[in-house]
């Protein structure tokens, strides 16, 4: 179902792409703590494409270690939205 093989030239460049993006919110929270929802997009896209991997493989690297690092992201930024 996932359309990217792993170690192709199209997944190195969404790995790239989805850790620009999670650079540049990490700059964007660290001026402005609420500016929270770049990093919870990020981290909610990378939840929505590596979860199902990790329950379908089982395997905990990388999709298992992305998943959890994703959750953690997701409750931790949440929660300054409260």
Known sequence: MFIFQAGSKISLMAGLISGLLALWGSYRVSNNPKDVY???????????????????????????????MSIIMIIYYGSRLL
């Open 38 to 68: 770049l990093l919870l997009a990020v981290s909610s896209l990378l939840l929505g494409v590596m979860g199902p991997r990790f329950y379908r493989g089982r395997k905990m690297m990388p999709a298992g270690l992305v998943t959890l």
